[in-house]
């Protein structure tokens, strides 16, 4: 293979792959649920849609020990939970550190962000946002920061 080959063989591997749609395929629609009356979930969920991530959005009148269930320590847990793959979501998880959880597949229980800060997806505001941060969640319920914003 000349050098003029072997550099266009690399930069057409290099467009495949940026090209490659890296959005994950599931068996089943996955389900989450939330409070009802809670209006910021059904823009959460449009966002989600909008990054290629279609998810159910049901109401419970549990939410609180459907996150229990899920394993999210009550003090973490936001206003809507549920699965996605393996990993656990809860709150207003940005469309993009979803995906990336799901291309880095880090062994964890999944991802939280705690409360509902100004300015996250599905939580967006003309006024000024909030700092937070996303939070993957350990099997022994520790954490670390994922993301941070703001």
Do not use: N
Not at 57 to 73: F, K
Not at 116 to 145: F, K, R
């Amino acid at each position: 293979m000349t050098g003029l080959s072997r550099r266009a063989f690399a930069l057409g591997g290099l467009l495949a792959a940026c090209t490659m749609d890296i959005r994950p395929a599931f068996a089943a629609r996955p389900v989450f649920y939330r409070s009802p009356g809670c209006g910021c979930c059904h823009v959460w969920t449009r966002r989600m849609a909008e990054a290629g991530l279609d998810v159910d959005l049901r109401d419970t009148d549990d939410l609180a020990g459907m996150s229990e269930r899920l394993g999210i320590p009550s003090h973490l847990a936001g206003c809507h939970v549920g699965q996605i793959g393996s990993y656990v979501i809860s709150g207003h998880v940005p469309p993009d550190d979803i995906l990336r959880l799901l291309v880095e597949l880090p062994k964890a229980k999944g991802l939280l962000v705690p409360g509902m800060p100004a300015g996250s997806p599905g939580m967006e505001t003309d006024g000024p946002a909030d700092s937070y941060q996303v939070l993957l969640l350990h099997e022994d319920s520790s954490t670390e920061v994922f993301a941070s914003y703001g």
